[in-house]
């Protein structure tokens, strides 16, 4: 079974600073990785994702990910953070059950932005 | 949120009572999904449907059961609530299975339930 592990619950950067959220994951085929994003009482948005060919990805809202298969993980980063960045992040990786695929969640970070 | 309906969006209901979460989309996607969030705990799959008629279990579906009658209805249902079960319940639809490019899950906006 496939797994996905965030690093940091909470993560708290100033306005301006780089933005690094941590995912590692445990895969025994090639995985398919995902960055999905909470805004408060909404539901989860996609940010990006990684699937074949270039292993840097790049997503909505100047975030990026790149997928290190020595080092089995999908890091989300974002040079600058913006106070609208404030939300909470969760990486996923498919798995396979069976006949079909299902996307399992890691537990989130949630992202704070101080001005 | 386009194209996925939930409802009803909040509820609380006594221990014993059944629930029944709705998801409607209007996208005519196969795949059908229901997770709870509950923090420290991320997402997790409660069934999935992948046609009508066709559904299995996620990995907590204790307690749960659903049903596919149409395309695009996707019924969670809690037969005997317990306080265990209060969370926020989300559905997803894909278009098909993984890894194509088209086939990511879009989410609806959630639907809070507390157990009293």
């Known amino acids: 079974a496939q797994s996905v592990t965030q690093l940091g619950s909470h993560v708290s950067v100033s306005e301006g600073a780089l933005v690094l959220l941590r995912c590692n994951y445990s895969?025994?085929?090639?995985?398919?990785l995902f960055w999905y994003v909470q805004y408060p009482n909404q539901g989860l948005q996609l940010l990006l994702k990684y699937t074949t060919g270039a292993t840097l990805v790049k997503g909505i809202n100047g975030f990026e990910a790149e997928f290190k298969k020595s080092e089995t993980s999908f890091h989300l980063t974002k040079p600058s953070a913006h106070m609208s960045d404030a939300a909470e992040y969760f990486c996923?990786?498919?798995?396979?059950?069976?006949?079909?695929?299902?996307?399992?969640f890691g537990k989130g970070t949630l992202l704070t932005v101080n001005p | 949120d386009a194209g996925i309906t939930q409802s009803p969006r909040h509820k609380v209901t006594e221990t014993g009572t059944p629930v029944t979460l709705r998801c409607h989309q209007t996208e005519n996607h196969r795949y059908m999904y229901w997770y709870r969030q509950d923090p420290g705990h991320g997402l997790r799959l409660i069934h999935y449907s992948y046609g009508v008629k066709d559904t299995d279990k996620g990995e907590v579906s204790d307690g749960y059961s659903v049903s596919r009658s149409k395309t695009e209805d996707f019924l969670l249902t809690l037969e005997s609530a317990t306080s265990s079960q209060t969370s926020v319940y989300f559905c997803a639809i894909s278009a098909g299975q993984y890894p194509t490019g088209a086939n990511v899950l879009t989410f609806g906006a959630g639907s809070r339930l507390t157990v009293l």
């Open positions: 895969s025994s085929v090639p995985p398919y």
């Open positions: 996923a990786v498919i798995h396979s059950g069976g006949s079909n695929y299902k996307l399992t």
